[in-house]
């Protein structure tokens, strides 16, 4: 029973850990892809 009330906070700590690196992935990748567009319109 004590296990139970000391995983729920550590789930919810890891999934909005995950979700923030998600964010930085799409982030990154969206960058990428500007990036690309932006080059591929100057040649």
């Not at 979700?19 to 080059?39: C, F, G």
Request: aromatic share 2%; glycine share 2%.
């Amino acid at each position: 029973m004590a296990h139970r009330v000391a995983l729920k906070p550590i789930q919810s700590s890891i999934s909005l850990d995950m979700q923030a690196v998600d964010t930085v992935i799409r982030n990154s990748l969206y960058s990428e892809v500007s990036l690309i567009n932006t080059i591929g319109e100057h040649i």
